[in-house]
């Protein structure tokens, strides 16, 4: 996986880069999640070490299971776990947009879309 960077794919957002509708709206549903989830875990500055962050947090590959039942932990203790909820609110939205089973290959195929120029 390329490292594509938090600002290239805010950079690429706002060159209307993206010629498909849903691959600009899961690039800007990423930049939401991430803006959560870099001030509370951990500094992440790609999607790759995104992924790499969201995968040990669920404990192995990121699905839309493993997100709700991330969801759930994270509601439990509602109060202390906010931003976090959040972030794995946007992440679930992505699966609306797309067929792709696992948050990886979208990353994937996202990051070779902004390839393109």
């Known amino acids: 996986m390329n490292n594509l960077t938090f600002d290239k794919l805010f950079d690429l957002i706002e060159e209307s880069h993206f010629k498909n509708e849903n691959d600009r709206k899961i690039a800007e549903k990423i930049l939401e999640a991430e803006s959560n989830w870099g001030d509370w875990k951990t500094s992440v500055k790609n999607l790759n070490e995104f992924i790499i962050a969201l995968e040990k947090e669920v404990g192995g590959t990121v699905k839309k299971t493993s997100l709700h039942k991330l969801l759930k932990r994270y509601n439990r203790n509602i109060s202390q776990y906010a ?15 797309t067929k792709e089973t696992e948050l990886r290959n979208i990353f994937n195929k996202l990051t070779e879309e902004a390839k393109k120029k």
């Open 83 to 97: 931003w976090e909820a959040e972030s794995v609110c946007y992440l679930l939205d992505i699966f609306k947009l």
